[in-house]
């Protein structure tokens, strides 16, 4: 979801998510006062804001790549979206209470109405253990994470900062907080297990978020929201202008994206290719597997995946998580995309349908590498040779006839390989 347009790295709340809602609301009206009381008040005088919206919306909306499949979504990732004011009254702030989620990975991050982020805080932050990023927070820890308003200050440990200078003239004006969860269990993408989200005034007063005194402002934006998503995010037929030129023989993954784009996650780092069905029967990615978090002692990321995704619709096709790859005996992982699977596989490969557009983009994802992975995508982002920089970890693509794989099966999953390197030859479409 990325680079500077962002598709591929949050799912599906990319790019144009604030152009949407921009779309359905008008400019700001004079300056007003906003005031106390209604459902879940305790009295006395709100924040004063130019915003309709005052003290924010509980979750509105959850977004899956089951149900809104356009810009690259990761299949194992859940989302959930808040809306919150442009700002606050002096020293007033949204509090976010819950435990930690039983779940790979969960982040709050905040962002303006177009999604430029403010900032953000992963799990690890959250319950302190950020120098080992990759390690699994163990869930059913409680925490507070205040959101604070201010225009110098910095997102560390558990707060959040939402920027009062960085806000629209449309209304009603609002942020946006985003949770995130990459492989939840036990329910804890369910509204029942979300946190508790309040605004918190000077004077102690909490007006629960659940409870809103912003209905009429809340209805508004999820009704944008929604109809983004059922429109299809506005991103269908678009992918050809993120993943510019010819799809290519040999192929090569290239880092797309570090720290830039709109709805960005801060915590994941990106390789993708251009790919097309005429290139080659088969096409394989072959790489060493990294360790993952709860799945290795010492773990070197979070999480890692590979998905297949059609290029031109931007929709995903089917992932393949960390912990559902099956590796050989060397601790490399072995993916087939085809548009059927090749016969007599076997267990040493996984296979990802090609999906029904001839250009495909297959992505790979690492979340939270740990410092001392030296080849890990995030460590290598700035290298010349990405492929040099990750060694056995850099992730390795070639097209294959069905004939050479098959012939060459019983060798075992790198000599298949080498041999579909060797017969490949050269080629290229243009995406025209």
């Not at 152009?19 to 004063?48: F, I, N």
């Not at 929201?225 to 992918?239: D, E, I, L, N």
């Not at 690492?366 to 460590?379: E, R, T």
Request: hydrophobic content about 35%.
């Amino acid at each position: 979801m990325d680079m500077k347009r962002s598709f591929g790295f949050l799912a599906p709340l990319v790019t144009v998510l604030g152009a949407v809602l921009a779309a359905g609301c008008g400019d700001s009206s004079a300056p007003a006062t906003a005031q106390g009381g209604g459902a879940g008040s305790s009295g006395g005088s709100g924040p004063t804001s130019t915003a309709a919206l005052v003290y924010g919306c509980d979750w509105l909306i959850e977004s899956t790549a089951e149900n809104d499949n356009f810009a690259f979504p990761e299949t194992n990732a859940v989302y959930w979206l808040a809306a919150l004011p442009d700002h606050v009254g002096p020293k007033d702030t949204i509090e976010i209470a819950g435990t930690s989620a039983s779940a790979r990975y969960f982040s709050f991050a905040v962002y303006d109405e177009n999604g430029k982020i403010e900032s953000q805080l992963d799990d690890s932050d959250i319950v302190g253990q950020s120098a080992t990023p990759a390690a699994l927070v163990p869930s059913g820890q409680s925490y507070t994470v205040s959101v604070v308003y201010s225009a110098t200050a910095k997102a560390a440990g558990t707060t959040l900062v939402a920027n009062p200078l960085q806000n629209n003239l449309r209304q009603p004006r609002h942020k946006f907080l985003l949770y995130r969860l990459y492989l939840p269990t036990s329910g804890a993408d369910g509204r029942g297990n979300l946190p508790a989200l309040t605004y918190v005034s000077s004077t102690g007063i909490r007006t629960p978020l659940a409870q809103t005194p912003d209905q009429a402002s809340c209805n508004t934006i999820y009704n944008n929201v929604a109809a983004f998503y059922a429109s299809g995010g506005g991103t269908k037929g678009t992918g050809s202008l993120i993943l510019i030129g010819s799809a290519v023989k040999p192929p090569q993954m290239t880092i797309y994206r570090s720290s830039s784009g709109v709805f960005e996650n801060m915590d994941v780092r990106y390789m993708n290719v251009k790919t097309n069905t005429s290139l080659g029967e088969l096409f394989l990615i072959r790489g060493q597997a990294p360790g993952f978090g709860g799945g290795a002692s010492t773990p070197q990321v979070r999480y890692w995946s590979i998905c297949s995704d059609e290029l031109r619709s931007t929709e995903v096709v089917q992932c393949l998580a960390d912990r559902d790859a099956t590796l050989d005996a060397d601790g490399y992982y072995n993916v087939i995309i085809a548009t059927t699977a090749p016969s007599g596989y076997g267990t040493a490969f996984e296979y990802l349908p090609w999906g029904t557009q001839p250009f495909g983009r297959p992505i790979y994802r690492q979340l939270l590498a740990d410092p001392g992975f030296k080849q890990s995508i995030d460590n290598s982002s700035s290298a010349v040779d990405p492929k040099t920089a990750m060694g056995t970890y850099y992730p390795q693509t070639t097209y294959c006839s069905r004939s050479v794989f098959s012939a060459n099966l019983a060798a075992g999953t790198a000599a298949v390989f080498k041999a579909c390197q060797s017969s490949e030859g050269v080629g290229s479409v243009p995406d025209l």
